[in-house]
């Protein structure tokens, strides 16, 4: 699942008619990266909620043929936050772990990687596991401590959450269908009872939350690739249905 229904309000004034997830780095929307790296590392059934011009987003994406995935949408009409998104796509999740990626972070961990090792959520009895990476200069008192691969609230150096995550179904069983519900006192509490584990990313990782950020990425793919740096990141045009040229990754 990718979520992408946030309305992304330090991105202002290029989300006012854009929904950040078609915000554009290195020649294509940041969705679409994340849409092209998921397919390459096995996941073909993707799951897309939204909220902010959400007809966009489908507009622009279809159902995913042109990038070799199935795309599925989860919409809603106010934006449900990041717990409550999440149930209320679980009757198109299914009923095993699922890997979840917030639209707006650019990560080069090893999706495949953390699939598989997800995959042992359910005999384990763990309700998530979650990518950490180090602290940004933005968020320097990070989220949850990571010791021996558990993760825990507090009790020594924190590490920040990625945003990219596996989950068990059953982490969002009290919440009702359609509920606003933030994810972090679910994983608080799931913590607590020592059922969440975690790995520590050492790559590139990068919160895309703000325009600077955004430029800052779309640079960083630029030079990768050998292209010249856009003009203005975040304004390349979203033809419906079509994808954007750029580097593959």
């Known amino acids: 699942m990718i979520l992408a229904a946030g ?25 679409v990266w994340h849409i092209e790296r998921l397919r390459d590392a096995g996941f073909d059934e993707i799951v897309i909620n939204h909220a902010h011009l959400g007809a966009m987003i489908e507009a622009a994406l279809g159902d995913g043929r042109q990038f070799g995935a199935h795309l599925r949408y989860s919409a809603e009409a106010d934006a449900l936050e990041t717990a409550g998104g999440i149930r209320q796509a679980l009757p198109l999740l299914g009923d095993a772990p699922f890997l979840v990626v917030n639209g707006d972070v650019f990560c080069d961990i090893d999706v495949a990687a953390l699939r598989h090792t997800g995959e042992s ?81 050492t790559g590139y990782w990068l919160d895309v939350g703000t ?8 640079r960083r793919l630029r030079s990768a690739s050998g292209a010249a740096p856009a003009e203005r990141a975040g304004r390349t045009p979203v033809e419906p249905g079509k994808q954007q040229p750029g580097p593959r990754r």
């Not at 330090?10 to 940041?30: E, N, S, Y």
């Not at 009290?174 to 679910?186: H, N, Q």
């Not at 325009?211 to 779309?218: F, G, I, K, Q, S």
């Open 121 to 201: 959520l359910a005999p384990a009895g763990d309700l998530a596991l979650l990518a950490m990476v180090a602290n940004p200069p933005h968020h320097p008192a990070g989220d949850f401590r990571l010791d021996a691969g558990r993760l825990a609230r507090d009790g020594g150096p924190r590490l920040t959450f990625s945003g990219l995550g596996v989950y068990h179904p059953s982490l969002f069983a009290e919440i009702a269908p359609g509920a606003k519900a933030p994810l972090a006192p679910l994983l608080r509490t799931a913590m607590d009872a020592g059922k969440v584990g975690g790995v520590l990313h």
């Open 7 to 31: 309305r992304g309000e330090r991105m202002r004034p290029l989300t006012d008619a854009c929904p950040k997830p078609l915000l554009a780095a290195g020649g294509k929307p940041l969705i």
């Open 211 to 218: 325009p600077a950020r955004l430029a800052e990425l779309d």
